[in-house]
């Protein structure tokens, strides 16, 4: 498989060079030149697959060359046999509509391990292959951060740098990234949001002063591998609900688009889903881009669902890009211009290529804490806030979906993770589940900085060992 950039001048890479790249050089994001497809038949065999058996027949068109099939399956079962859950990603049913996916039962509980996991192994084998060394400069509103520090530390060849917004994670977040002290491993908290963060390092992937020194590496949803994982749950999720002879719907609580990208690319790969639900919290962007056409980026309000406090939402140039007919250059365009001004109108095609699958939900935090009022009531489900948007999300727009079709919210992380929310709105605290140890009793480590980039950018430089030479 060879993978083009979606600002269409960057060279086209294979598995092994997106994943290392990150991001393109164009500043674009890689998307597979083609999407693989299997027929319904194919998908079919593919029912009563263990999760790793699947994992592997998913992701195998993405990764050759670069991967043979026996390396991809050897990945699957190391990744996939560690989760808490036999399952990976086990299903639950809330009533006779809807179902959760539960997403958290990975080492640092929030979905992100699923793809991480794997992603620090691929690191692992392409740099060994290489014998190269990377940098990772990578920004969180969270559960990347831990996730990716988590897949990575104490690796000999990578070294990882995680940006998180001052004060805006919550303490189990913080600490989840904060107490691993192994010294390839570098917190920085800076004065600013998520998006400042998210702004920095890919700014430093397009800085000649910082790209002539090091080796830099993604773990952001900006890198196509993260994504790829994430397509597999979908299939899991919707085998087991009956999928191909019957279509399921999905809400994912979003942020920077990357889960429900990851959905879309279930669908075009022949998966029939009915509808994929986006749901945002009150930083809405997406929603009102999916329902008006408006993409227009204000500031970022702080909610209970922290790490969907994003407005500018790196994967949406993936889905511009496919919907609107994969013209490169005028993506570049548009994309400059968004990032000029903040603003942007979908055009005709991108609009209706992205309604065919797409609708949108917000929920305030009222509604957030109603729907988790809703689960543990009628349902007996402790979930966390995120997954409380995505819920409601889901319950909104339920009349639209046709009758008999399941609906699915992704629970994107644990509830133990936001134990205040959970607690304010059900009068019940979350415990951390026995295997993340004893958190709140060991030593954190974090540098603050200013919100600016080049303070970002010099620490970065100043505290990174050289790795551009090899
Ligand atoms: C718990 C949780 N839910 C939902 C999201 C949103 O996912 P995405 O950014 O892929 O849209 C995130 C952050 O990415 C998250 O950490
Ligand atoms: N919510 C995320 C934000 C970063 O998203 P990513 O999927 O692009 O890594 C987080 O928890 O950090």
Redesign the pocket.
């Known amino acids: 498989m060879q993978y083009v950039s979606t600002r269409g001048s960057a060279p086209a890479l294979d598995f092994e060079g997106v994943t290392l790249a990150g991001l393109a050089s164009d500043g674009g994001l890689y998307v597979p030149a083609e999407w693989p497809r299997f027929s319904q038949s194919e998908i079919r065999d593919m029912r009563g697959l263990a999760y790793p058996d699947l994992a592997a027949r998913i992701m195998a068109p993405f990764v050759t060359p670069s991967l043979t099939e026996d390396e991809l399956l050897a990945l699957c079962h190391t990744v996939y046999g560690d989760f808490g859950h036999a399952a990976v990603t086990p299903l639950v049913q809330l009533d006779q509509q809807h179902w959760l996916l539960e997403l958290f039962h990975g080492p640092t509980l929030?979905f992100?391990d699923v793809a991480l996991q794997l992603l620090g192994r691929l690191f692992e084998t392409f740099l060994e292959r290489r014998g190269e060394r990377l940098t990772i400069v990578?920004?969180?509103?969270?559960?990347?951060?831990s996730a990716a520090i988590q897949a990575v530390a104490g690796l000999e060849r990578v070294e990882i740098f995680i940006l998180h917004p001052s004060g805006r994670v919550s303490d189990v977040q913080r600490r989840q990234m904060t107490t691993v002290l192994s010294p390839n491993v570098h917190n920085l908290a800076i004065d600013g949001s998520?998006d400042d963060a998210?702004a920095h390092v890919k700014r430093m992937f397009n800085d000649g002063d910082v790209t002539a020194t090091l080796n830099l590496g993604a773990?952001?949803?900006?890198n196509w591998a993260?994504l790829m994982a994430q397509v597999v749950y979908y299939f899991a999720s919707a085998l087991q609900l009956g999928a191909p002879d019957r279509t399921v719907a999905y809400s994912v609580p979003t942020?920077?688009f990357?889960?429900v990208f990851a959905g879309y690319v279930a669908a075009k790969m022949g998966l029939p889903i009915e509808k994929l639900i986006v749901a945002t919290n009150i930083n809405d962007i997406l929603h009102r881009a999916l329902s008006s056409g408006d993409y227009s980026a204000g500031g970022v309000t702080a909610t209970i669902t922290p790490?969907?406090d994003?407005q500018v939402s790196?994967?949406f140039e993936r889905l511009l890009f496919d919907a609107g007919g994969r013209d490169g250059l005028a993506m570049a365009a548009q994309m400059h211009a968004f990032e000029a001004t903040k603003a942007m109108t979908l055009t005709n095609a991108q609009a209706q290529g992205a309604s065919a699958l797409f609708t949108s939900a917000r929920a305030d935090q009222v509604e957030t804490a109603r729907a988790l009022q809703w689960a543990y009531r009628s349902a007996g489900q402790v979930i966390d806030p995120h997954t409380g948007v995505g819920l409601h999300c889901a319950q909104a727009v339920a009349a639209s979906v046709p009758a008999g079709v399941p609906i699915v919210t992704l629970a994107t992380a644990h509830p133990a993770k936001f134990p205040d929310a959970v607690e304010r709105a059900i009068g019940v605290r979350p415990s951390l589940p026995a295997r993340v140890g004893d958190l709140f009793g060991r030593e954190e480590s974090f540098i603050e900085l200013a919100g600016d980039y080049a303070t970002t950018r010099d620490h970065v430089l100043s505290h990174a060992a050289s790795t551009s030479a090899g």
Do not use: C, E
């Not at 990578?138 to 951060?145: E, H, K, L, M």
């Open positions: 929030a992100k990578g920004a969180t509103s969270g559960d990347t951060g998520f998210q773990v952001n949803s900006i993260r942020g920077n990357g889960d790490s969907m994003i790196s994967n």
